[in-house]
């Protein structure tokens, strides 16, 4: 072999040493940076999906409000409100055309009686217990409001007949949110024989909070048993 093509074997070995190494060590690096991306931990909620960041919060909460403010100008008579930012559940944390849905969806909830027995509590010393419910759509589903009042009756002599005499209590509950009772208003009518009572709430659902008044009568037959 002349001295060369000695020169031109020995350049390409030496060539290929250097070479060698170059391409571990960019597939050693490629390595690396492939594990930390697949180590990178990120926090997720229940269903996997990624939680928002303060900040996201804070901007969705804006919008919220936003939101908020326009269906109750676009819905009459709504009272309506987000819950305050630091009491807003994590699984309320939806996007704001989701938010809206929601929104829109309780500004037009309605109340509407349940199918239910006619036969009230038994009749004691404290006085004859009823509950009468109330179902509205919430959320994709129906949530019932159950409404229970305890009364006093008397005999009517004119009537010939038991009648309302008044209303020890009446509290009610619903089956879905929080409802809290904020009072009630009874109109004792139809010769006692009725009470018209429109019961006042605040409902909370989905970190939106809503003001209601729901109207409710309970009945009292001639016997003294209240429907």
């Known amino acids: 072999m002349n001295n060369y093509l000695k020169k031109s074997v020995a350049g390409i070995s030496l060539l290929g040493l250097m070479v060698a190494p170059i391409a571990s060590s960019s597939v050693f690096a490629e390595e690396i940076t492939t594990k930390n991306v697949e180590g990178t931990s990120v ?8 939680k928002l960041t303060q900040e996201q919060k804070e901007a969705y909460y804006k919008q919220y409000v936003k939101i908020i403010e326009e269906v109750v100008a676009e819905h009459e008579g ?9 009491q807003f559940a994590e699984e309320d944390w939806v996007k704001p055309e989701e938010f809206r849905k929601r929104a829109i969806e309780r500004a037009n909830l ?4 349940s199918q239910e027995s006619s036969q009230s509590s038994p009749i004691t010393l404290a006085g004859i217990s009823k509950t009468k419910s ?3 759509d919430a959320d994709g589903h129906t949530v019932t409001l159950n409404i229970t009042g305890d009364f006093e009756t008397a005999y009517n002599f004119s009537l010939q007949r038991q ?3 008044g209303i020890n209590s009446l509290t009610s509950r619903a089956t879905d949110g ?18 018209a009572i429109t019961v006042s709430g605040r409902y909370v659902l989905n970190s939106i909070k809503t003001n209601h008044h729901v109207y409710i009568e309970f009945y009292c037959d001639e ?5």
């Open 43 to 50: 926090e997720k909620d229940n269903l996997g999906q990624a």
């Open 78 to 86: 709504v009272s309506m409100e987000a819950v305050p930012f630091d």
């Open 110 to 113: 309605t109340f509407v009686d």
């Open 134 to 136: 109330k179902n509205f």
């Open 163 to 165: 009648v309302f005499m």
């Open 178 to 195: 929080s409802w809290t009772q904020t009072g009630y208003t009874p109109d004792r009518i139809d010769g006692g024989r009725t009470y």
């Open 223 to 227: 016997k003294g048993r209240v429907s």
